[in-house]
Nanobody, 125 residues
Framework: QVQLVESGGGLVQAGGPLRLSCAAS????????MGWYRQAPGSQRELVVM????????YYGDAVKGRFTASRDYAKNTTYLQLNSLNPEDTAVYYC??????????????????WGRGTQVTVSS
């Protein structure tokens, strides 16, 4: 059973930093990509950042470019998101996402998308 566990959310003042972590565990064979989405109340879930394992390419959403920085610890199957210059519009639940190959209940390795439960980030003005 694959699990993605996020940590690091909380309440921060505008302009402040925050660091999120997401660790993937379970019978993982390989991780194709790993990153973060966010969803604010009344809004659709949007892509914040995604890193592709094969070439290390990192895509940032326009709203966070220059302020957020993603990194990966490949040995620990963990991704980090450094959030700087936060503003109230960044308030949302942040979800970790990974596309990975893992051992399924059928005993075969299959590729699928996995999600964490989310961590709340609240930025006060």
């Amino acid at each position: 059973q694959v699990q993605l566990v996020e940590s690091g959310g909380g309440l921060v003042q505008a302009g402040g930093p925050l660091r999120l972590s997401c660790a993937a565990s379970g019978s993982i064979f390989s991780i194709k990509s790993m990153g973060w989405y966010r969803q604010a109340p009344g809004s659709q879930r949007e892509l914040v950042v995604m890193t592709t394992t094969s070439d290390g390419y990192t895509y940032y959403g326009d709203a966070v470019k220059g302020r957020f920085t993603a990194s990966r610890d490949y040995a620990k199957n963990t991704t980090y998101l450094q959030l700087n210059s936060l503003n109230p519009e960044d308030t949302a639940v942040y979800y970790c996402n990974a596309r990975l190959t893992a051992l399924s209940g059928s005993g075969r390795y299959t590729e699928d998308d996995y999600w964490g439960r989310g961590t709340q980030v609240t930025v006060s003005s």
